[in-house]
């Protein structure tokens, strides 16, 4: 391995390098920077990535892993949305990086905040805000969208947390408006008996998002029109068809999959859930699980004395996560190298106090539920 480096790294350079060289690259910029550096790796990035990873797990968990450290640079491996909240919840001194900035999320990117802040204004002028209206967002979501819910006495919720938020805010509002992912919220409010006509589709694309002035004063719980594209791959025919084929199995879904996939699924619960459940499972077990396939993966490797089979035969991948490659990943390590910070992710101050409002009242709400 060469010394250290002396000037700016192109990207280009690195995508004719071999898998191995660059994996030595990373290891070598990892080793000079020591605790200077963290590299964060989200569940569902690819091998030859997570490989790197200090720390992997979900979004917020990574943000929070990420805050508690001493290091100088964060180095995400996951999606845009994923790199703002490490520099809203990390130290001031934290700078964060997304080794390729064309890593976004679909489901993020299909609320943005001049269309929330518009049907906000919409549901206004017919006095649907004369009650009481809580905006809740998914963490997946931009970070302006984040703190228009701190500022709107609103908040963040995870898929891990989403029951005991939506228990508070059921209990203190009339009524929620949920961003961005339409499944999760209604695979939630479905939890709390709310029938599917108390439940308006706001599409940001229409007038009132499509619904008459009184469907929107009669909805508990109004579901802005997004999805993941990963999870909305997931059939209720894939939950036939593997029962069919593998007797015995257990159906295991994340709830960003639709609502058909969820109500046939024996069972659903976050990333987090997800792992847990097969972990504790006893040895022989069989698993259909619906989520990103690297974790499917992953699984299926560290358990080989459970049977484990990806719901859908065909490949359910984040494809913008998958732009993280290890050659985006050595470029921006490399560069570290003579401190140069490529792709930094920086939040404004003011987007950040009100989004850290809105993550703040989440734990606060959370905390030892
Ligand atoms: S899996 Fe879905 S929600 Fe997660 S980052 Fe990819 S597109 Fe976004």
């Known amino acids: 391995m060469s010394a250290v480096l002396e000037k700016t790294q192109i990207l280009e350079d690195y995508l004719v390098m071999t898998g191995e060289e660059i994996a030595e690259r990373i290891e070598f910029a990892r080793a000079e920077l020591g605790p200077r550096v963290v590299i964060l790796g989200h569940h569902y990035q690819r091998n030859d990535v997570i490989r790197h990873a200090d720390l992997t797990g979900d979004s917020y968990q990574l943000s929070v892993m990420a805050s508690q450290t001493e ?3 964060i180095v995400f491996c ?3 949305f994923m790199a703002e909240s490490a520099d809203i919840l990390g130290k001031p001194s934290q700078r964060v990086i997304l080794p390729d900035l064309g890593a976004g999320c679909s489901m993020a990117d ?7 802040e518009d049907a906000w204004e919409q549901l206004r002028d017919i006095g649907v805000l004369d ?4 905006p809740i967002t998914y963490m997946n979501s931009s970070a302006q969208i984040k703190a228009f819910c701190g500022r709107e006495r609103g908040v963040v919720c ?10 508070h805010y059921l209990k203190g509002f009339d009524k929620m408006f949920f961003f961005p992912d339409q499944h999760l919220g209604r695979n939630t409010g479905a939890k709390f008996g709310i029938p599917l006509d108390k439940m308006a589709l706001w599409n940001p694309h229409e007038e009132l998002g499509g619904n008459t002035e009184e469907q929107l004063r009669d909805a508990k719980l109004i579901l802005w029109r997004g999805h993941c594209s990963v999870h909305g791959r997931f059939k209720d025919w894939h939950v036939d068809k593997i029962r069919e084929r593998v007797p015995g199995i257990t159906v295991l879904v994340h709830p960003e999959c639709t609502r058909e996939v969820v109500e046939k699924s024996d069972l659903n619960g976050s990333t987090s859930f997800i792992i847990k459940t097969v972990e504790n499972a006893p040895p022989g077990t069989k698993w259909a699980i619906g989520t990103e396939v690297n974790l499917v993966n992953r699984l299926r490797d560290r358990f080989p004395d459970k049977e484990i089979h990806l719901l859908a035969p065909d490949l359910c991948m984040c494809a913008t996560m998958y732009r993280i490659a290890p050659q985006n990943l050595a470029w921006a390590m490399e560069n570290l190298l003579t401190d140069n910070v490529m792709n930094e992710i920086v939040v404004d101050e003011e987007t950040k106090y009100f989004a850290n409002i809105a993550l703040e009242r989440m734990i606060n709400l959370t905390e030892n539920k």
């Open 131 to 134: 009650s009481r209206v809580a």
């Open 71 to 73: 290091a100088e640079y």
């Open 158 to 167: 995870t898929s891990s947390n989403a029951v005991p938020l939506f228990d």
């Open 78 to 80: 996951g999606v845009h």
């Open 110 to 116: 299909m609320a943005t905040i001049e269309q929330v």
